[in-house]
Nanobody
Framework: QVQLVESGGGLVQAGGSLRLSCAAS????????MGWFRQAPGSEREFVAS????????YYADSVKGRFTISRDNAKNTVYLQMNSLKPEDTAAYYC???????????????WGQGTQVAVPS
């Protein structure tokens, strides 16, 4: 079992930045690929970014490429999502997930956090 707890969400003006964190506990964190997903009100949950176990490979949705950066610190059992140049359309609940994959599909991840809310007013 892996427990995931997100933090760092909040209200930020368009063009601003936030850094989300996801702290993991339980089984060996560095055995898992990690992903960030988000879900806006009335929308399906969508892939944002993922990172391989060692951190050498990262993947991004086209909508966030060049603005968001995923990273991880295996010594701290934590994965991060640095979000820059935020837009109103980035408003969503953000979830981190752990799995034996770094894919874009939710079914590839076995463990999920409870989410943290990000709001970017227009």
């Amino acid at each position: 079992q892996v427990q995931l707890v997100e933090s760092g969400g909040g209200l930020v003006q368009a063009g601003g930045s936030l850094r989300l964190s996801c702290a993991a506990s339980g089984r060996s964190f560095n055995n898992y690929g990690m992903g960030w997903f988000r879900q806006a009100p009335g929308s399906e949950r969508e892939f944002v970014a993922s990172i391989s176990r060692g951190g050498s490979r990262t993947y991004y949705a086209d909508s966030v490429k060049g603005r968001f950066t995923i990273s991880r610190d295996n010594a701290k059992n934590t994965v991060y999502l640095q979000m820059n140049s935020l837009k109103p359309e980035d408003t969503a609940a953000y979830y981190c997930a752990a799995g034996y994959s770094t894919g874009w599909q939710q079914r590839e991840y076995d463990y999920w956090g409870q989410g943290t809310q990000v709001a970017v007013p227009s």
